[in-house]
């Protein structure tokens, strides 16, 4: 860990990850994949994660074959058993934990008055209590270790909402509470823990979203850049928040949105 003296010679040693694990939920796909490949791009060994073995071990063969250095790991984020197991595992077959970010998250979409209490449990589970109940683990290795860095993946629905997804708003805006008590937590032991919140960008989660062009043309008219947003523009903050640069921020949200939270 660099000096937080002043003394960071290189752009590089300000940003640069190398020898630390970099532990993506939800990373067999989408932004959580695009995430790790970025993380391990500026030099983290990154672990994958996902409940679907197949797909998992697809990504990680992919990472591994842009000369990256990837593993994987299933587990299923809403369950304590298995996720205190496989932390340690990976803490004994790969390394202690730097860098965990929390992105595994689900979507259902519904009228709230006949939304079902299973789809309402799934949604917080998987996008809030998740949250807690990984970083819980493995915060205790941050803790005696006196580093480390949280990263919580928002929403835009941290902030507004939507018809059809007060559900996924109301656990995307926990996260950002949950991000805050975090930070007030675990600043005394060197941890950072901070959030980036993604505007639209096209995943498996969106695409019933891209495929409507009534909802393609709204955003389009409601996003200053007009434009759905690449996932390899999360990276860069992603980066940062993961690395010394951002050695005294913390409890913060930062928003790539593409300007939409900026303007009504
Ligand atoms: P995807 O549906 O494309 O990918 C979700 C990933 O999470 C998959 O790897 C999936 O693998 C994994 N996952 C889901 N449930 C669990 C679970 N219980 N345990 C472990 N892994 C799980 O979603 P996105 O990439 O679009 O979304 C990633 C995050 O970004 C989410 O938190 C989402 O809310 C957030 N986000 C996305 C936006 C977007 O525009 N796409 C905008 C704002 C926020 P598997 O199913 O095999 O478990």
Request: charge should be neutral; aromatic fraction near 6%; include cysteine.
């Amino acid at each position: 860990m660099a000096s937080v003296k002043g003394k960071h010679s290189t752009v590089h040693d300000l940003f640069g990850l190398e020898g630390r694990v970099a532990l993506v939920t939800g990373s067999s796909r989408g932004l959580g994949l695009v995430l790790a490949r970025g993380l391990g791009g500026a030099g983290a060994t990154v672990v994958l994660n996902g409940r679907n073995e197949q797909t998992l071990q697809e990504a990680v063969s992919r990472l591994k074959e842009e000369g990256l250095d990837a593993r994987g790991y299933g587990f299923d984020v809403t369950e304590s058993a298995q996720i205190d197991g496989t932390i340690g595992r990976i803490e004994e077959e790969v390394g202690p934990i730097d860098i965990l970010v929390n992105n595994a998250g689900i979507q259902r979409r519904g009228a709230l008055e006949d939304f079902s209490e299973e789809d309402w449990q799934d949604i917080l589970s998987t996008n809030l209590t998740a949250v807690f109940l990984v970083s819980r683990r493995v915060v205790r290795g941050m803790i005696a270790r006196g580093r480390g860095k949280i990263i919580n993946i928002h929403s835009l629905q941290s902030e507004v909402a939507r018809v059809t997804i007060a559900p996924y708003c109301a656990s995307k805006g926990g996260v950002k509470m949950l991000t805050r008590g975090m930070a007030t937590d675990w600043g005394k032991h060197n941890i950072q823990v901070n959030g980036i919140g993604p505007g639209y960008f096209r995943t498996e989660m969106t695409r019933p979203l891209a495929e409507n062009p009534e909802f393609d043309r709204w955003l389009r008219s409601r996003t200053p850049m007009a434009r759905w947003g690449d996932p390899q523009e999360l990276v860069g903050t992603a980066i940062f928040l993961a690395s010394d640069a951002s050695s005294f921020m913390t409890g913060q949200i930062v928003y790539v949105d593409g300007g939409v939270l900026a303007t009504i």
